[in-house]
């Protein structure tokens, strides 16, 4: 991105005032433009008087020292205060409306969702007293939103006023907020009178009661004290050491919510490992972004050769997830969610959602490791980026940093992205291959990630190709990995859950985390990914080609297609109808075969007692397994179809 150092419009005066560590000054009445893609350099403090004003559209860096400030002050020279009407220091959305788009990270792609964004170095937080006005726009995530709060002693009531809602301390009523406490992997309740970033630290990841709240439709104003970036990094360990979850996650929270309703692991459960056994459940680190400027993760799992790097290597990651699911309604109300985006790596390459690595101010994500072993820190000052792609690894770290093009070719990877007929993304799942990569179920997979809610995803492959049906029923992938040696030619099967919904596919290559150029087949090895439906020829797929999803069953192969395989003949299709948790409405659905017209349901508990029994049920929305959410129990869903196709499927509740 071009940045200017000189295009400020300044509307009033602007001075120094050395005498009380500030270098800016901007007096009451003045208004200070930084318009977008412009960056102010404040290299001391910074001050705003009365009704001065900065109205940020671009970037502002304030470079100071421990006896530099950061200062929102009255006529009287006096601090201002919590609840301050007047807006003095304001980062503001320049695409409001766009909240919902993701950037591509790409340096050749313009950015489509931009916004002011701080950039606070070397001022203790003592000094930094002044108030910034935070615009904020999201996705609806359900019941409960998922966000950070990067401001410091800042009282949890104010978030009543400043979004609409009243919040109150009443756990399950949505109106509550609570705290990812990462140590005990239960939800803490979080007291209105408790402040931010002094009762928690400032990367903590809430969750705030999702009732009557609306940060989609109106562009809401977080105010607070930013923090400082001294000491900000922490240590990622001892994520739910010593919690016994029982053998069937059974047991129970402080909160006597038991474990086996809420914790989920699509990484362990791809990877081979088995629901509450090992390292299921366990560290998983829920994150927010501590500061107002973008946070880049691209390079985490690497250890940088640079000169200059980021510092950060985590060296036991296996994944992050980045953002969660966005909800939407349908004309006849039911709601459906799109799919968590996740990345996970390979020798410090990000494969997956790699364009959801820039995360936002105030955005959320949560890291998984593969082991407890290493102490590994995590510094949030050295990964904060204006730019909204990310820096390569090897290029030396600053805040502004460009991105260099890879210098190996080794991971190779092909996005499925489902397109409705809008073409609208609802949904997308990836199949990834590289040299020392795993094909088929196995404890070494590296990169793989269960299906939680994507409309399309893959089967596990057998070692010759096709569904492995020993696995086709315990996990879906929505990241798979093979090695693009031993399964060379063979195919992967893609399943599409709803022909209704999807109803094309966009192909989206990568090599390396890198988008190839459009319309481009060849990856640098000379080879490519190939497409056919069962019975069809095989195609090329090229950078950015879109085709009709016109069967359940799409089969994807790494060079060119085997005879022996082409058939598909010893692939056998399930049901199109699944039994899934929702985490958006914290309930399992029915999602029916498009060819079903009816069907009746029944739920069992384990003693046999039948709990729930509807006859002809409508399959043309999404069917609601209501059940107590106060009994904990398992439970057996047994759907038949008005011609006799029956599926049963177990459930924790």
Do not use: C
């Amino acid at each position: 991105m071009k940045k200017s150092l000189s295009a400020i419009g300044l509307l009033a005066a602007i001075g120094s005032v050395q005498a009380q560590n500030v270098l800016l000054h901007v007096d009451d009445t003045a208004i200070t433009f930084v318009s977008k893609g412009t960056l102010l350099y404040n290299g001391g403090g910074l001050q705003t008087r009365g009704t001065g004003t900065i109205e940020n559209h671009g970037n502002v860096i304030v470079s100071g020292t421990t006896s530099d400030s950061f200062k929102t002050i009255t006529t009287g020279g006096a601090d201002k205060t919590e609840g301050s009407v007047t807006g003095n220091f304001i980062n503001k959305l320049n695409e409001p409306t766009a909240y919902a788009s993701v950037n591509v990270n790409s340096p050749s792609a313009t950015p489509v969702y931009t916004y002011g964004q701080l950039y606070i170095s070397g001022i203790p937080q003592a000094n930094i007293t002044g108030i910034v006005d935070q615009e904020f726009r999201s996705i609806k995530h359900g019941s409960y939103q998922q966000i950070g709060l990067p401001f410091y002693d800042k009282t949890a009531s104010t978030l009543s006023a400043e979004l609409g809602k009243t919040f109150v301390q009443s756990r399950y009523s949505q109106n509550e907020i609570l705290w990812s406490n990462n140590s005990n992997t239960e939800s803490t309740n979080f007291g209105l009178s408790s402040k931010f970033g002094v009762a928690t630290p400032g990367s903590t990841y809430y969750m705030l009661g999702g009732l009557n709240l609306d940060v989609s439709n109106t562009t809401r104003t977080l105010k607070g004290r930013p923090l400082t970036d001294i000491g900000a990094a922490i240590t990622l360990q001892n994520a739910a050491a010593g919690i016994n979850f029982g053998p069937t996650g059974a047991q129970k929270n402080s909160y006597n919510e038991y474990y086996n309703s809420y914790i989920q692991d699509v990484f362990e459960i791809a990877s081979g490992g088995t629901e509450w056994q090992g390292n299921f459940g366990r560290n998983i680190y829920s994150l927010a972004n501590p500061f107002l400027t973008n946070l880049d993760l691209t390079n985490v799992a690497y250890n940088e050769p640079a000169a200059n790097g980021d510092g950060v290597y985590l060296s036991t990651i296996y994944g992050i997830k980045l953002q969660p699911g966005t909800v939407t309604t349908n004309s006849g109300g039911t709601i459906s969610t799109g799919p968590d985006k996740f990345v996970t790596f390979n020798a410090g390459i990000p494969t997956g959602d790699v364009d959801y690595m820039v995360i936002r101010p105030l955005g959320t994500f949560a890291i998984k490791l593969n082991d407890n072993t290493a102490a590994d820190q995590l510094n949030f000052s050295n990964l904060r980026r204006f730019n909204y792609y990310s820096r390569s690894g090897g290029t030396d770290y600053n805040v502004n940093a460009n991105k260099n093009n890879p210098t190996t070719n080794t991971v190779k990877q092909l996005g499925v992205i489902g397109l409705d007929a809008n073409g609208n993304e609802v949904a997308k799942t990836y199949y990834v291959v590289y040299a020392n990569g795993n094909t088929g179920h196995s404890t070494s997979s590296r990169i793989q990630v269960a299906n939680s809610s994507s409309l399309i995803y893959t089967y596990e492959e057998a070692p010759g190709g096709g569904i492995d049906n020993n696995y086709k029923d315990v996990y879906q992938l929505y990241i798979n990995e093979a090695n693009e040696s031993n399964f060379q030619g063979k195919n992967i099967v893609l399943k599409n859950s709803d022909l209704t919904r999807v109803k094309s596919y966009k192909f989206e290559v990568r090599e390396n985390a890198q988008l190839i150029n459009n319309s481009t087949f060849a990856l640098s090895s000379g080879l490519g990914f190939y497409y056919n439906v069962t019975g069809g020829n095989a195609q090329p797929i090229k950078q950015g080609d879109i085709i009709p999803a016109t069967t359940d069953l799409l089969n994807l192969y790494y060079d060119t297609p085997n005879t022996a395989v082409l058939a598909t003949g010893n692939t056998v299709a399930p049901s199109k109808t699944i039994v899934v948790y929702n985490p958006q409405i914290t309930n399992y659905i029915v999602r029916f075969d498009p060819a079903w017209k009816k069907a009746d349901i029944e739920v069992y508990d384990m003693s046999g007692k039948l709990v729930i029994s509807k006859k002809a049920v409508n399959t043309s929305t999404d069917f609601v397994i209501e059940l107590d959410g106060k009994v904990k129990n398992a439970y057996i869903v047994k759907v038949v179809s008005d011609k006799g196709e029956v599926v049963n499927t177990k459930i924790l509740k």
